[in-house]
């Protein structure tokens, strides 16, 4: 990968202290570094209106609001920052659902490191 995502500012949304732990290391392993970590969508959505982020990534099940609810609050103030949804709710439904919520790419739990590099070069195109 190349240096330019060492600056990438990054905000994870996930419930799962263990979930933010892995996806904290994977992205540290591609040499980004400015990780925020939210536990749930509320947390996340305040933090998104107070910083500035260049990628979200959030959980689907979240406690106070959901992934999807906090894809559509932040779709309404950003269209252009991409968001990888993070779930187990690996259905044709459900992943219709998150992409017209504004979702721009999908990983299904469990995910390897390879994964989520994959996603994260797809979004930032390189
Ligand atoms: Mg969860």
């Keep these: 990968m190349s240096s330019e995502n060492k600056d990438l500012k990054v905000l994870v949304a996930d419930d799962s ?6 996806i904290t290391n994977t992205l540290k392993r591609v040499g980004i570094n400015n990780i925020t970590t939210a536990e ?10 107070q910083n500035e982020y260049d990628v979200l990534f959030t959980d689907w099940n979240m406690p106070n609001m959901n992934g999807l609810e906090l894809v559509k609050h932040v ?6 920052i991409p968001i990888v949804m993070i779930t187990t709710e690996g259905g044709k439904v459900e992943v219709i659902t998150a992409i017209k919520a504004g979702v721009n790419n999908y990983i299904v739990k469990p995910f390897t490191p390879q994964v989520l590099k994959e996603k994260l070069q797809a979004i930032l195109g390189y």
Aim: charged share 50%; proline share 0%; glycine share 4%.
């Design 17 to 22: 202290k263990t979930m933010l732990r892995i």
């Design 40 to 49: 749930d969508g509320m947390e996340a959505l305040e933090l998104f209106k």
């Design 75 to 80: 779709r309404k103030l950003d269209d252009d």
